[in-house]
């Protein structure tokens, strides 16, 4: 299957600072990269969707200005939590669907573990 | 946000046995996936379903499109230790919804 690769996979940041997180498409192109946050023994929970040179749309309750979305290019989309507080504390997936393929599928990163002290 | 209902919960088991979970949605989908995701990684796709009443194999596993388009069901057969994990079906409309995920222990 397609490689989506994410980086950094831990982070511990102190409160007020701000985080990037980057998520890679590594072999096929992805015109659209979902960003996903996960609670302990929960479920993931949609919180953007970025298109390659547009801004991103984002779910109902997510701040924008708190989690910015850029996507720069086909294989390149960034998540910035800026001045983190300690309940931005969460695991951070995101997700690649290719690019002109039609059947919907999307592949996941490892993830991203922020603590913010 | 919206999210599929997913049962059972859990699930304890031994070896070799067989799994089954489904997921259930008021909503219609046209895509039913099936992800499995260990502790501290994203989840890993299983299997993609297309059409109403597809059925579709993986190995040890199976899946079927519910014929309402509603509900999704997969199977595992003959378990082993490494499936154990957190098992989520996510069905697609113009995004991503994800079930609630069933973890599955295996005792050998």
Request: aromatic share 12%; net charge neutral; hydrophobic share 35%.
């Amino acid at each position: 299957g397609a490689v989506v690769s994410q980086h950094p996979s831990w982070v511990i940041c102190k409160s007020g600072t701000s985080v990037k997180i980057e998520c890679r498409s590594l072999d096929f192109q992805a015109t659209t990269m979902f960003w996903y946050r996960q609670f302990p023994k929960q479920s993931l929970m949609l919180m953007a969707t970025s298109n390659e040179g547009s801004k991103a749309t984002y779910e109902q309750g997510v701040e924008k200005d708190k989690f910015l979305i850029n996507h720069a290019s086909l294989t390149l989309s960034t998540l910035t939590v800026t001045s983190a507080h300690p309940e931005d504390s969460s695991f951070y997936i995101c997700s690649a669907r290719e690019a002109g393929w039609a059947k919907n599928i999307q592949y996941f990163g490892a993830g991203t573990r922020l603590s913010v002290l | 946000g919206q999210q599929l209902n997913q049962s059972p919960q859990s699930m304890f088991i031994q070896e070799g046995e067989d799994v089954s979970m489904n997921c259930t949605s008021s909503s219609i989908f046209n895509t039913w996936l099936w992800y499995k995701q260990d502790p501290g990684e994203g989840p890993v796709l299983l299997i993609a379903l297309y059409k109403a009443g597809e059925l579709t194999s993986n190995g040890r596993l199976t899946a079927q499109f519910g014929i309402t388009r509603k509900d999704s069901f997969l199977n595992i057969s003959a378990s082993i230790p490494s499936d154990v994990g957190i098992y989520f079906c996510a069905g697609y409309t113009d995004k991503l919804i994800f079930g609630t995920g069933t973890r599955l222990q295996v005792f050998p």
